[in-house]
């Protein structure tokens, strides 16, 4: 099967087999079921980030009624969903929609050239078994390779590591012989994989150690939705699930718009949530309380309160400083203090790469991806046929890629019906000025500015980060808006 790929003609390819690939596979198939799809993966399974992380207690940082499909209700018992369930969710979905036929696995998308003559685009592909090389054209390039390098995740070198007596892993690429039963473990970082590696490996090791250089803003949850499992007892699945989608989109939204317009109000909760759940006296202020406003950064899910219970049982602790040197038996600080460890993982964060580090053309003009202007979160000014797909920053992944799905479908059915072969936005509002991709100050996010398109001042080139202004606009708004540019089929 793999042979005939070479100098294969795809109505649609899709980039990527992850949460995103699938999602958007379905859209297209329901939307233009007579079109050709075909779905390129790199690595030899489904699932993408669900696949790849197999760190102990891997999970969602939030619930699966938004980061499920809106086509496909979840009915697992926690909404807080560990990582092999939201795999099985993702496999069930591709094996339900048929769209498993669709996948090659172990092709890597290395370039793609876009050619107007004959309006298609033109890929060089990597087959990772044997090396080689094929080429395939598609009408119309959806990229749904997630942000992340998935080849290493963000590593520093700290000074005399090479010293440690003990072993050094990051979760991105966790051993599945590493055995931690009675160690001592340190685990640097402060973000979600931090979080969730903490209290998971405090269930089995001697003692845990989250070494932070600052703190982060951490919410204590229910890894259970009470009202989602009382709606599925009285309605039908999809019913509930719909209803119980909204009521999480709402509430999140209103917990972030709070957030940002009442800094100091949303700090104040969320510490006095995080005092509530440690024993009297706990340095809150010192471990809990970062340097930057609620949602500067993303904050911290902890279902259950499963950190603040390893904390008041001693099996996990805080520590606040900064890495002087590695040492054979462990980490000393700047302050002097030595953290005995025999192991240490590296949670420091992702390393972002902007559509899977693949090359783009246009007309044998390569695209400078950093130059390049968003149209709303999905497109990019001057690339004819293209659509990327990036969640938010505040929520759930999902609810932007089930939005960009079924607007490429939309917009594809919309050029099928009128004899259209080509789709490109174009800018041409001269006040427009240039901003960075997103506003988020977390490090990985700063780290990596330079490999991401660029936003606007104004609409449709301004990323809002709001699903309701989304769904207006790429679910309702007229396709012909005077931005997108429609050439017809010769």
């Known amino acids: 099967m793999n042979e005939a790929l070479q ?10 087999a992850g949460l995103s690939g699938i999602g958007s596979a379905v859209h297209l198939r329901q939307g233009l079921p007579d079109a050709s799809v075909l779905i390129l993966e790199a690595r030899e399974r489904i699932g993408g980030t669900w696949d790849l992380f197999r ?83 598609c009408r119309f390039l959806l990229l749904c390779s997630g942000y992340y390098n998935y080849q290493h995740g963000h590593a520093p070198h700290f000074d005399g590591q090479e010293n440690f007596a003990g072993r050094i892993v990051h979760p991105q690429h966790w051993p599945q012989d590493l055995d931690y039963r009675g160690r001592q473990v340190v685990v640097i970082g402060s973000g979600a994989t931090a979080m969730t590696l903490v209290p998971e490996m405090a269930k089995l090791a001697g003692r845990v150690t989250l070494l932070q250089r ?36 709402l509430t999140g939204m209103f917990y972030y ?33 970062p340097r930057y406003k609620p949602w500067d950064q993303r904050i911290c899910l902890v279902p259950d309160g499963d950190l603040f219970a390893a904390l008041r049982a001693g099996t996990a602790q805080m520590v606040t ?50 130059q390049a202007l968003s149209y709303k979160g999905m497109m990019l000014q001057g690339v004819p046929n293209l659509a990327y797909v990036f969640g938010y920053t505040n929520a759930s992944w999902t609810l932007k890629s089930d939005l960009t799905g079924q607007y490429v479908a939309r917009l594809l059915r919309h050029m099928r019906s009128q004899g259209l072969a080509t789709v490109v936005p174009v800018l041409q509002d001269p006040i427009v000025q240039p901003e960075p991709w997103v506003d988020f100050s977390s490090g990985y996010f700063q780290r990596a500015m330079d490999r991401f398109p660029k936003q606007c001042s104004k609409r449709p080139w301004r990323l809002y980060q709001n699903y309701l202004r989304d769904l207006l606009a790429l679910r309702w708004s007229p396709l012909a808006d005077g931005v997108l540019q429609f050439r017809k089929r010769v």
């Open 321 to 370: 400083d900064t890495i002087d040197r590695f040492e054979a038996g462990g980490i000393r600080l700047h302050s002097g203090a030595l953290l005995p460890a025999d192991i240490v993982v590296s949670a420091t964060g992702l390393d972002l790469l902007g559509f899977g580090g693949m090359q783009i053309a246009v007309d044998g003009q390569a695209l400078e991806v950093s």
């Open 214 to 249: 600052s703190p982060t803003f951490v919410v204590d949850r229910p890894s259970t939705d009470a009202l989602g499992d009382g709606l599925r007892r009285l309605l039908p699945a999809a019913a509930a699930y719909a209803l119980t989608r909204w009521k999480n989109v």
């Open 7 to 16: 100098g294969t003609i795809v109505d649609t390819l899709i980039v990527g």
């Open 55 to 137: 760190y102990p207690g891997v999970r969602s940082d939030s619930d699966m009624h938004t980061l499920g499909y809106a086509f496909k209700p979840w009915t697992g018992a926690k909404a807080i969903a560990d990582g092999p369930s939201i795999l099985r969710y993702i496999e069930e979905t591709a094996q339900e929609q048929g769209v498993l036929p669709l996948i090659r696995f172990g092709h890597r998308v290395l370039q793609a050239d876009w050619d107007s003559a004959s309006a298609r685009w033109t890929l060089q592909v990597l087959r990772v078994a044997d090396g080689q090389t094929l080429r395939l054209q």
């Open 257 to 289: 718009a709070l957030a940002r317009r009442k800094p100091e109000l949303a700090t104040r909760r969320l510490l006095q949530g995080v005092a509530q759940a440690l024993p009297a006296g706990y340095p809150v202020a010192q471990h809990f309380t």
